[in-house]
Structures are given as structure tokens and as C-alpha cells.
């Protein structure tokens, strides 16, 4: 891999894009296990420089000199300073929700622009996404001038509570005396909570890219609790967190994410290390033992205990240990660049570990015990739970984002596929971005180059359990598949609403209807196989096709066991399939460009 030059597959792409989608969806799968997605240097160069400079001493300068704080590089004047860390959860909240923090980039589909998020939630007609119907003056899936105000609003009123200086708080003065930089303007944060709401409920895109459910209720505990209080939710914030992602990764899942995971870090340079968390390489891509211990002993073990170790902890080393621990597992995974770039938001948990558990320790009167009303520890502790039980029970009701499955493998997903040409109708959709395809033959690629590029994402999607089932589909529904443009449903939707952080809530139903009311496909044009993540208690993903024409004509279930045994590329054909409803309609014919093509036995140049 060269600096500027990216590690391409070693394919020749006019043969290779001629071959059987399930045959290069093997070559790119044996290919991301030893190269990853490719990236040049050059790419982690810039978001590592994004994460150091814009990010980190950026936000500690305006944290610093707007709170009159001694400068940045007094480390020990300022690290364990109230103010400093309600204003870097400021910043984040600012960052994200401008859309230049996590999923920016091209790691996140992102290539010409870098940048989604406001360039498109601030234009008219783009598309915006409620959560829910039943919520009055939400009606219609477009942009207008009133959620721009709504938007633009929002980053003022972070802005300003975050500029402003801190003032007196006579529950810090009691808790530090001698503290004189103050807690940022409880009065000033009703705007940004409220405006976060408003905006969440006409566009949940806004209110995800925001990471609302984590930073949300860490705005409302500074607005209203007194400074001890505040201290020991932020800490019950963090521990469940911490802990609903390691519980959400119980399962069969998760062992599929870690070898992807570390084949795409630049930070592992030896090929054998990332050979090894494959069974059998490259026969075999299935997870290894030592994957299998990386997921549930690196990873689950220390989400689950670790955190409860600094929850109840009154011993001085053991703490010390376990912040460790915590701040190391953050960095691992700032270390691996994962598609949706949450980098900001792992250095950020990386720092509050070291400032809520070093800085006001457990011992120091800062424990959970210490809050001061049983009903109010009661009262946090349901207010932090209700989100990440009912949408692990419910996921068809709740973002994966407050289910706490950011990165647990049990996601809900799509694949689109094109009929020749259909992928241009996108360009009719008011966006801000091109097509990805078009996006990377701009930035320099060559045509055939970009498209390999493009389905090197997709065979990312296949060496997860959800992508054996979605091809499994597509398998059985359209005969024609070779010769379709097939695309992974995350990147496709970042290039329409300029966010998209692994949640296929994102690009439902509902999402490819506002898409198809200008995109306006023809029947069979443009086929989605879109999945639910699994709920707590089955054993079963449920999946709908979807045709953006004629919306859902297909709906069932595959056993998550089934998907995991098998090999990305389905060597033994689709898995098992339970079909519950069928649109009573015929089937939809091939497009006539797929019927000329198979009548001259070629396959597609996707």
C-alpha cells in the first residue's frame, strides 16, 4: 500500500467485473482479508491530522481560552476542569452535527465531497426522515426552509453555550472550593436540548448524527443537576454505554466484525496476524479462535466488567487499572479506522474515562451511592435502560444508535441491485453528492477501477452474518443478478442524506420511497433486500424484498445460525429461506437491457 497510490485488488477489471457476482464476491472477500478496503496512507494520514488538530486541540483551545483557563498545553490546569468537559461534549455535539466528526470521509462513502451533513441538511428539497408518523407537523419526506431554520438554530445555540464563559455554581464552589472557571450557563443548554428534539422529530437523521442518545442526556444532566449529582449520571451514562454494547454483542455476531475489523487496520502491518483470525485462509473466512477470543475477551469481557470496575470501585489501583484498560480499548479501535470513522467519539470516551473516574474518583464522595436521592439513582438508571431493552426486544422500533449496538455486528442492513443504467435515475435525487461510482472516477479513478472499488464494499458486507442472508435473497429472487449493479445499502445512502453510521433505519422502506418519488424507477429497476437486526430471544433476522416502484413484494426470515456456518461468497448456494408473505402479484420481469444480455451470454460491466 503506497501513500497516495491505493492497494488495489489484483484483478483485471474488465475480466474480473465479466465474472459471477458471487465469484468476485469471493476474490474481494479473500482480498479485504489480507488488504482491507485499500485506503492509501495518505487517507488515515488526513483523518488522523482531522482527529489531532480540528478535533482535539481544537476543542481544548476554545474549551480552554473561552473558560479563562491557563493555555492548552497546561495539561495540569485544565484536564479535570468541569467546564472543559462539558464544553468538549459542546464541541463534539457541534462537529457531529455539522457532519465533519464521525461517518466523514471516504472510509464512509464520502470522496467528492468529504463532507455530507450540513451541505445537505441545510439545502432545500433534500430528503429528510421522521421517526415516526404518529408525531404531528412532521407530515412529507422534503426539506424546507422551516427545518433549515430548525437546523441552523441548532448549531447556533451549541455554539453559543459553548463560546460563552462558565459562571458560578454554588453546587461546584461546595464540591471544589477554590474552583473558579465555573460550569457553562445551565440556561444556555435549553436551546440546544430542545432544538435537538424538535430537529430528531422532523429528521432522525440530524438527531443520530448528533449521537443524541449519548450527548443528549449528558446536556440535560448539566442543565439540571447539581455538580455531584451531574458527575455520578455522566458516570451511569458512560457505564451504560459501555455495558449495553458489550451486552448487545452476546451472540453469534460479533465474531464476524473482528476479522474485517483488523484486516482493515493500518495499524496491523503483518499479513500472517491478519491471516490468522480466519479458520482457514483463504478456504475458509470464517472467524478463527483467535478471533473468537479477540471479540468476546478483548472485547465483550472488557465492555461488560471493566466498566463496573470504575462504576463501584473505591480502590485507588484497580480504578487506575481499569481507566487504563478503557482509554487502551478506545485507542485500539481509533487504531482500526472502521467504515463509519467514530474516531472522534472514541477519543472523547477516552478522555471522559481518564476525567470522570480519575478526576472526581468514587472515593472522593463521587460514587454511585452518593447520589442524593434513591429516587433519583433509580430514576437515571430507567431513564438510561428504556432505550437499549426495548430496542434490543424491539429493534424494528428503536435505532441500533440508543439500542447500544454501535459496533456488535447485529445490524440492520440493505443491498441494492441495478438493472443496467437504473443507478443513473439516482442522479435525479436533490442531494449534494454524485453517485459513489462517479465520486471516485472524479477523484482520479478510472471507470473500471471505481467499480471494483465500490464492490470491494459490498464483499465487506458479505464476511458478516447479515450478508449471507441479504445475498441469499437476492440469489433467490433475481435470476438475472450477474448481471445487475449490485450496492451496499450504507454507502449508497450516505451519497443521498449525507449521513449514514451502520443504521439500515436509515434507508428503509421509507427512505427508498422518498428516493423513488424523483428517482422514479420502473418496475424491476432497482430490487432492495433490506434485514432487521435480530431481537434479543429469536433465533431469526426477518428481511423484506423491496422494489422501489412497487414497494415491499417479499417478506421473511433466515436463522442467524445458518448465516453464520456459511462462507461469504455461499459456496452451497443460498441459505435457507422462510418466505411469510408474498405481494399477490406476478413476478417482475428482467429489465429488457438484463434479457439482451443473457441472450448473449454476457454478464455486465455492473
Known amino acids: 500500500m503506497g501513500f497516495i497510490e491505493p492497494d488495489l485488488p489484483a484483478v483485471e477489471p474488465e475480466h474480473f467485473l465479466r465474472l459471477p457476482l458471487m465469484e468476485r464476491m469471493r476474490i474481494l472477500a479473500v482480498n479485504w482479508a489480507e488488504h482491507g478496503f485499500g485506503s492509501p496512507r495518505m487517507v488515515h494520514t488526513i483523518y488522523i491530522l482531522k482527529l489531532i488538530v480540528l478535533y482535539a486541540l ?178 451511569l451514562l458512560i457505564v451504560v454505554v459501555w455495558v449495553g454494547a458489550g451486552v448487545s454483542k452476546f451472540g453469534k455476531h460479533f465474531s464476524q466484525v473482528v476479522p474485517p475489523m483488523v484486516s482493515n487496520s493500518p495499524s496491523v502491518p503483518f499479513t500472517w496476524f491478519k491471516r490468522a483470525h480466519y ?20 472485547g465483550t469481557t472488557v465492555e461488560v466488567i471493566t466498566p463496573l470496575v470504575l462504576l463501584f470501585s473505591t480502590n485507588r489501583w484497580l480504578t487506575l487499572a481499569a481507566v487504563a484498560v478503557m482509554v487502551i480499548f478506545h485507542l485500539f479501535i481509533v487504531s482500526t479506522f472502521p467504515l463509519a470513522v467514530p474516531l472522534e467519539w472514541n477519543v472523547l470516551f477516552a478522555y471522559a474515562t481518564v476525567f470522570l473516574f480519575l478526576g472526581f474518583p468514587n472515593w472522593h464522595g463521587y460514587g454511585v451511592f452518593d447520589l442524593s436521592s434513591p429516587w433519583l439513582a433509580l430514576g437515571l438508571i430507567a431513564g438510561l435502560l428504556i432505550f437499549p431493552i426495548l430496542g434490543n426486544f424491539r429493534p424494528d422500533k428503536v435505532s441500533f444508535l440508543p439500542s447500544m449496538r454501535q459496533y456488535a455486528g447485529n445490524w440492520a442492513s440493505a443491498v441494492w441491485a441495478f438493472a443496467p443504467g437504473a443507478e443513473g435515475k439516482l442522479d435525479r435525487v ?91 424507477f420502473e418496475p424491476g429497476e432497482a430490487i432492495v433486500v433490506w434485514v432487521e437486526s435480530q431481537a434479543w430471544g429469536s433465533t431469526v433476522q426477518h428481511y423484506q424484498v423491496i422494489d422501489a416502484a412497487l414497494g415491499v413484494i417479499e417478506r421473511g426470515t433466515w436463522k442467524v445460525a445458518e448465516a453464520v456456518a456459511e462462507q461469504p461468497w455461499l459456496p452451497n448456494g443460498p441459505i435457507p429461506l422462510a418466505v411469510t408473505w408474498t405481494r399477490p402479484q406476478p413476478a417482475v420481469p428482467a429489465p429488457a437491457e438484463i434479457r439482451d444480455q443473457q441472450q448473449h451470454g454476457h454478464g455486465a460491466l455492473a
Open 58 to 235: 481544537g476543542g481544548i483551545v476554545v474549551a480552554t481560552t473561552t473558560s479563562h483557563l491557563p493555555a492548552f498545553w497546561h495539561v495540569s490546569e485544565w484536564w479535570n476542569q468541569p467546564i472543559v468537559y462539558q464544553k468538549v461534549i459542546l464541541w463534539t455535539v457541534l462537529l457531529e452535527s455539522i457532519g465533519i466528526a464521525g461517518s466523514w470521509g471516504p472510509l464512509a462513502g464520502k470522496v467528492k465531497p468529504m463532507t455530507g451533513g450540513i451541505r445537505f441538511w441545510a439545502r432545500p428539497r433534500t430528503i429528510r426522515l421522521r421517526p415516526w408518523t404518529w408525531v404531528p407537523f412532521t407530515a412529507g419526506d422534503r426539506r424546507g426552509w422551516f427545518d433549515i431554520t430548525l437546523y441552523i438554530a441548532l448549531l447556533v445555540s451549541v455554539a453559543v453555550a459553548l463560546f460563552s464563559p462558565g459562571v458560578h455554581s454554588d453546587s461546584l464552589s461546595a464540591a471544589v472550593p477554590g474552583n473558579t472557571s465555573g460550569l457553562v450557563n445551565p440556561a444556555l443548554l435549553i436551546a440546544p436540548i430542545v432544538l435537538l428534539v424538535l430537529n430528531g422529530l422532523r429528521d432522525k437523521t440530524i438527531f443520530l448524527a448528533a449521537r443524541g442518545e449519548q450527548y443528549l442526556p449528558a446536556l440535560f444532566f448539566f442543565a439540571v443537576l447539581p455538580f455531584v449529582d451531574m458527575i455520578i449520571a455522566l458516570k
Open 430 to 520: 436533490t442531494r449534494s453528492a454524485k453517485n459513489q461510482i462517479d465520486q471516485f472516477v472524479e477523484f482520479g479513478y478510472e471507470p473500471a477501477w471505481a467499480e471494483v472499488t465500490m464492490q470491494q464494499v459490498v464483499a465487506w458486507r458479505t464476511m458478516h452474518s447479515q450478508g449471507r442472508g441479504l445475498f441469499s435473497v437476492l440469489l433467490k429472487n433475481l435470476p438475472d443478478i450477474d448481471a445487475r449493479t449490485v450496492r451496499e445499502g450504507e454507502f449508497l445512502c450516505n451519497s443521498v442524506i449525507g449521513f449514514n453510521f451502520g443504521d439500515g433505519h436509515l434507508h428503509n422502506a421509507d427512505f427508498i420511497a422518498a428516493v423513488q418519488r424523483e428517482a422514479r
Open 279 to 298: 479458520r482457514d485462509f483463504p478456504r475458509d473466512l470464517r472467524p478463527s479462535r483467535i478471533a473468537d477470543v479477540m471479540a468476546h475477551v478483548g
